[in-house]
């Protein structure tokens, strides 16, 4: 399922084509635990669904190096 999102950090959108489905959306905006409802998701595909911030955003923003 294509889903696309704004990130809040850099306000940037994507879209990533995901293993989900609108069930699965529905049970995680009812309240599910997201890593219950998408256990399929690497960490960073479901930071994704939830904030809109990909992988080289938080690199580039909480660099363990600044």
Same mark, same amino acid.
């Given at each position: 399922?294509?889903?696309?999102?704004?990130?809040? &950090? $850099?306000?940037?959108? /994507?879209t990533?084509?995901?293993?989900?489905?609108? =069930?699965?959306?529905?049970?995680?905006?009812?309240?599910?635990?997201?890593?219950?409802?998408?256990?399929? &998701? $690497?960490?960073n595909? /479901?930071?994704?669904?939830?904030?809109?911030?990909? =992988?080289?955003?938080?690199?580039?923003h909480?660099?363990?190096?600044?």
């Amino acid at each position: 399922m294509l889903i696309t999102k704004t990130s809040i &950090l $850099t306000g940037q959108t /994507r879209t990533l084509d995901l293993d989900v489905t609108q =069930e699965g959306l529905n049970r995680w905006k009812n309240g599910e635990h997201i890593q219950n409802v998408f256990p399929h &998701l $690497t960490v960073n595909e /479901r930071e994704f669904v939830m904030t809109g911030i990909f =992988e080289d955003e938080w690199e580039a923003h909480f660099n363990d190096d600044d």
